[in-house]
């Protein structure tokens, strides 16, 4: 069973941090691809982050480089998304998503991913 649950998000100013966790109520993910995704008003869903549980290997869109870090506790069963110097351009919903074929790489399209969270609304004032 996977069901992922997002908890974080919520109205921060620029500059601020914020925390996303997706959480899968289901069973311990020990082989997935897991990916961060980011859908602002009248805009495509967006990719922002993953890892691979596999290889723990990070990616990072260009524009979230050197400010987010996605990162996963295993005994949680959770990863999360620690976003920094928050800008107005990150506002959107964010999305977790699971793609549990992937051992050794990280999914940038959204149509790689059969897994979704409910989505958390990220705003960030100037």
């Known amino acids: 069973q996977v069901q992922l649950v997002q908890s974080g998000g919520g109205l921060v100013q620029a500059g601020a941090s914020l925390r996303l966790s997706c959480q899968n109520s289901?069973?311990?993910?020990?082989?997935?691809?897991m990916g961060w995704f980011r859908q602002a008003p009248g805009k495509g869903r967006e990719f922002v982050a993953g890892?691979?549980?596999?290889?723990?290997?990070?990616e990072y869109t260009d524009s979230v480089k050197g400010r987010f870090s996605v990162f996963r506790d295993a005994g949680e069963n959770t990863m999360y998304l620690q976003m920094n110097s928050l800008k107005p351009e990150d506002t959107a919903v964010y999305y977790c998503?699971?793609?549990?074929?992937?051992?050794?790489?990280?999914?940038?399209?959204?149509?790689?991913?059969?897994?979704w969270g409910q989505g958390t609304q990220v705003t960030v004032s100037s």
């Open positions: 998503a699971a793609n549990l074929a992937r051992h050794s790489s990280v999914g940038r399209r959204d149509y790689d991913y059969e897994y």
């Open positions: 289901g069973r311990i993910l020990t082989n997935a691809a």
């Open positions: 890892i691979n549980y596999v290889t723990d290997v990070a």
